[in-house]
T-cell receptor, first 113, second 108 residues
Framework: EAGVVQSPRYKIIEKKQPVAFWCNPISGHNTLYWYLQNLGQGPELLIR????????DSQLPKDRFSAERLKGVDSTLKIQPAELGDSAVYLCASSRQQNTEAFFGQGTRLTVV | KNEVEQSPQNLTAQEGEFITINCSYS?????LHWLQQHPGGGIVSLFMLSSGKKKHGRLIATINIQEKHSSLHITASHPRDSAVYICAVRSGTDKLIFGTGTRLQVFP
């Protein structure tokens, strides 16, 4: 069974440019999470989807961040425009449903210069 | 004060040593996860437990719900165990709350 797949693995962009990350969860997993992880810190939740519905986006900076999960499968996370402070690892995770084990992707390491 | 605290923050060991990483939490939980993160960012789920003890190979995880405490043990440690180990708890609202991790280095 394939795990959670994220792309790209690494991205370097100039500040004020847009950037998008893509996540393909494990087949059959209804719950999808996007996390932000700063260096030396634990991941912080940005948004959680149950199928195609965003059920918790309270930590998502909506002025510049947006996410979508069309058809309740793949998801994209976008930042526009990116700021220097957005440099971090963006992790996607999925689980079969609420309260079940979550599986993580390899993450996308974003560097904003 | 963080809702999930791990100790130690950094740990150095010689190959073969028995290692313990501790996690304490202050919120009600439905489950606790132990995760392993290697350089490069990928996270692997090691255990999910809500009571008692689980064992997988050289890894053992225990949880004491009354004391709100969990431990991850590594027996016969090996340099390939070098990674960041993260404790995360699943709150009543299905949020995963992460600790800041314990960086383990095992030297030959």
């Amino acid at each position: 069974e394939a795990g959670v797949v994220q792309s790209p693995r690494y991205k370097i962009i100039e500040k004020k440019q847009p950037v998008a990350f893509w996540c393909n969860p494990i087949s059959g997993h209804n719950t999808l999470y996007w996390y932000l992880q700063n260096l030396g810190q634990g991941p912080e939740l940005l948004i959680r989807y149950e199928n195609e519905e965003a059920v918790d986006d309270s930590q998502l900076p909506k002025d510049r961040f947006s996410a979508e999960r069309l058809k309740g499968v793949d998801s994209t996370l976008k930042i526009q425009p990116a700021e220097l402070g957005d440099s971090a690892v963006y992790l996607c995770a999925s689980s079969r449903q609420q309260n079940t084990e979550a599986f993580f992707g390899q993450g996308t390491r974003l560097t904003v210069v | 004060k963080n809702e999930v605290e791990q100790s130690p923050q950094n740990l150095t060991a010689q190959e073969g040593e028995f290692i313990t990483i501790n996690c304490s939490y202050s919120v009600g939980i439905s489950a606790l996860h132990w995760l392993q993160q290697h350089p490069g960012g990928g996270i692997v789920s090691l255990f999910m437990l809500s009571s008692g003890k689980k064992k997988h190979g050289r890894l053992i995880a225990t949880i004491n719900i009354q004391e709100k405490h969990s431990s991850l043990h590594i027996t016969a440690s090996h340099p390939r165990d070098s990674a960041v180990y993260i404790c995360a708890v699943r709150s009543g609202t299905d949020k995963l709350i992460f600790g800041t991790g314990t960086r383990l280095q095992v030297f030959p």
